[in-house]
């Protein structure tokens, strides 16, 4: 064996055996029993591949040195005791990657990268759904539940209506600052009305758009590694319904069962894996667009509306009170998502909504008089 492949093989077989030492750490220090049991058998696996390259070090007469964990594993358990599991997980998921990747060009290491994309796979989704463990809404998460859009779709709406209103109303406060006339006001509220819905529409279409056209690049994926690799796609959904709280042997016979029939594994790898509803992807763009549009017209409607029917001081006044309701609505409403009391949420939404309305107001006075002086 050449002192090159010498030298590669003995840092596979490093990397092998400290990734043997930070799933022990994790195995020990997470709380969740079947979580635990997957890192122990992530451990087992990694110990196979350990011990072949060992094997094949020996075999040519190489003086395989005793391991000692790298400072990078030492400081990553020290993290997952002190921290908890999941601040770790990211970069053990990034090892289990670099791993891959490493055995792309070694002879005989198909198995090996399998096992590691495994892993990786697993630690994402892992990464993705928890904090510190299964536990609450991370458990409901990673079993599939709630995965329901109408939480998120209220949260959007609120955040888009506040949007537009705390937008246009800093601007409409602004220009009336300085001095603009009540038409010149309208004007200028309604550009920024149009802007901004506008605006909040292109990015809304975008980021669910390029988030569907993901999804259908990883169901692709997905489909393809079904077709050529069964045995792993059998392996990730086993993990992922150990983890969940499957012994294994049972784990192991549902993930064959669902396997047998590609357009069911499809399904369900896409679901479990990915969190994707093959038949929605995310929801449409279009009308993800249009709400967006709407919600946010409909918010900055609010403190524009008044200079339609009145002018001067009285728009003013009027735009503030319209402003105040329609905020402490907003701040109410998103007491149905954060469990605060309605007066609290709506009077700290109203405090904000104005200060920031007081703020350009004054800015525009000074402008205002400044150009006037």
């Given at each position: 064996?050449?002192?090159?492949?010498?030298?590669?093989?003995?840092?596979?077989?490093?990397?092998?055996?400290?990734?043997?030492?930070?799933?022990?750490?994790?195995?020990?220090?997470?709380?969740?029993?079947?979580?635990?049991?997957?890192?122990?058998?992530?451990?087992?696996?990694?110990?196979h591949h350990a011990d072949d390259w060992d094997g094949r070090l020996k075999s040519a007469g190489v003086n395989v040195p005793a391991f000692k964990p790298s400072a990078r594993s030492r400081l990553l358990a020290w993290l997952a005791r002190t921290a908890g599991v999941s601040l770790v997980l990211p970069s053990v998921t990034a090892m289990e990657s670099k791993g891959a990747g490493n055995y792309a060009q070694a002879p005989n290491t198909g198995q090996m990268r399998?096992?590691?994309?495994?892993?990786?796979?697993?630690?994402?989704?892992?990464?993705?759904s928890l904090r510190g463990g299964i536990e609450g809404g991370a458990l409901a998460q990673i079993e599939g539940r709630h995965r329901g859009t109408g939480g998120n779709a209220l949260r959007a709406a609120v955040l888009g209506a506040n949007d537009g209103l705390t937008s246009v109303l800093s601007l409409v406060m602004g220009v009336a600052g300085a001095g603009l006339a009540s038409h010149a006001i309208l004007i200028t509220g309604l550009a920024g009305l149009l802007a901004g819905a506008i605006s909040m529409a292109m990015g809304e279409w975008l980021s669910v758009q390029s988030s569907r056209e993901l999804h259908t690049k990883q169901i692709a994926i997905e489909q393809a590694e079904i077709a050529s690799s069964p045995d792993e796609e059998i392996a990730e959904l086993s993990l992922i319904y150990?983890?969940?709280?499957?012994?294994?042997?049972?784990?192991?016979?549902?993930?064959?069962?669902?396997?047998?029939?590609?357009?069911?594994?499809l399904d369900t790898l896409a679901r479990e894996e990915l969190g994707v509803d093959p038949e929605e992807l995310g929801g449409s763009a279009w009308e993800a667009a249009i709400t967006s549009f709407l919600l946010f017209s409909l918010g900055a409607l609010v403190p524009v509306s008044p200079f339609i029917f009145f002018e001067g001081t009285t728009a003013i006044e009027v735009s503030i009170v319209f402003a105040m309701v329609g905020l402490f609505t907003i701040g109410a409403a998103t007491t149905l998502f954060t469990g605060r009391t309605v007066l609290f949420s709506g009077l700290r939404m109203v405090l904000f909504g104005l200060s920031a309305a007081a703020v350009t107001f004054g800015i525009g006075r000074l402008l205002g008089v400044n150009v006037a002086g």
């Amino acid at each position: 064996m050449e002192a090159n492949q010498v030298k590669r093989y003995l840092g596979f077989l490093d990397d092998e055996r400290n990734a043997v030492y930070l799933y022990d750490a994790l195995a020990v220090c997470e709380k969740n029993p079947q979580l635990a049991e997957v890192y122990r058998r992530m451990a087992q696996v990694e110990q196979h591949h350990a011990d072949d390259w060992d094997g094949r070090l020996k075999s040519a007469g190489v003086n395989v040195p005793a391991f000692k964990p790298s400072a990078r594993s030492r400081l990553l358990a020290w993290l997952a005791r002190t921290a908890g599991v999941s601040l770790v997980l990211p970069s053990v998921t990034a090892m289990e990657s670099k791993g891959a990747g490493n055995y792309a060009q070694a002879p005989n290491t198909g198995q090996m990268r399998s096992d590691e994309q495994t892993h990786g796979r697993m630690l994402s989704l892992i990464s993705r759904s928890l904090r510190g463990g299964i536990e609450g809404g991370a458990l409901a998460q990673i079993e599939g539940r709630h995965r329901g859009t109408g939480g998120n779709a209220l949260r959007a709406a609120v955040l888009g209506a506040n949007d537009g209103l705390t937008s246009v109303l800093s601007l409409v406060m602004g220009v009336a600052g300085a001095g603009l006339a009540s038409h010149a006001i309208l004007i200028t509220g309604l550009a920024g009305l149009l802007a901004g819905a506008i605006s909040m529409a292109m990015g809304e279409w975008l980021s669910v758009q390029s988030s569907r056209e993901l999804h259908t690049k990883q169901i692709a994926i997905e489909q393809a590694e079904i077709a050529s690799s069964p045995d792993e796609e059998i392996a990730e959904l086993s993990l992922i319904y150990q983890s969940r709280g499957l012994a294994e042997d049972k784990a192991r016979q549902l993930a064959v069962d669902l396997m047998a029939n590609r357009d069911t594994a499809l399904d369900t790898l896409a679901r479990e894996e990915l969190g994707v509803d093959p038949e929605e992807l995310g929801g449409s763009a279009w009308e993800a667009a249009i709400t967006s549009f709407l919600l946010f017209s409909l918010g900055a409607l609010v403190p524009v509306s008044p200079f339609i029917f009145f002018e001067g001081t009285t728009a003013i006044e009027v735009s503030i009170v319209f402003a105040m309701v329609g905020l402490f609505t907003i701040g109410a409403a998103t007491t149905l998502f954060t469990g605060r009391t309605v007066l609290f949420s709506g009077l700290r939404m109203v405090l904000f909504g104005l200060s920031a309305a007081a703020v350009t107001f004054g800015i525009g006075r000074l402008l205002g008089v400044n150009v006037a002086g």
